[in-house]
Nanobody, 128 residues
Framework: QVQLVESGGGSVQSGESLRLSCAAF????????MGWFRQTPGKEREGVAV???????KYVDSVKGRFTVSRDNAKNTLDLQMASLKPDDTAIYYC??????????????????????WGQGTQVTVSS
């Protein structure tokens, strides 16, 4: 049974940093397209960043240059390093994993429909 478990959320001031981590169980992170999404009340889940099964990364424009997505194959985790946080980054952040092994991320990558496994989410709150 696949489980994705996020950690690392919290409350910070604008300009500070946070690191999110997603631990995978029953799922090898190095073999799949994986990503981070976020959601605020009343809005659709938004793709933040993905890492393709073969390595390339993609980011939504609003986080480029501030967020870095990476895999730690030894720990079997997907991480999201977030710097220069802004109040607009406030959301519940979800880890997502694709169903098909060694396949490109679905197109477009920012659509939640391309992912079949989800974590429970972790809250990130950025105050000004």
């Amino acid at each position: 049974q696949v489980q994705l478990v996020e950690s690392g959320g919290g409350s910070v001031q604008s300009g500070e940093s946070l690191r999110l981590s997603c631990a995978a169980f029953g799922y090898t992170v190095s073999r799949y397209c994986m990503g981070w999404f976020r959601q605020t009340p009343g809005k659709e889940r938004e793709g933040v960043a993905v890492v393709e099964s073969f390595g390339p990364t993609k980011y939504v424009d609003s986080v480029k240059g501030r967020f870095t997505v990476s895999r730690d194959n030894a720990k079997n985790t997907l991480d999201l390093q977030m710097a220069s946080l802004k109040p607009d980054d406030t959301a519940i952040y979800y880890c997502a994993g694709a169903i098909r092994m060694y396949d490109d991320c679905a197109r477009p990558w920012w659509r939640a429909e391309g992912f079949g496994y989800w974590g429970q989410g972790t809250q990130v709150t950025v105050s000004s």
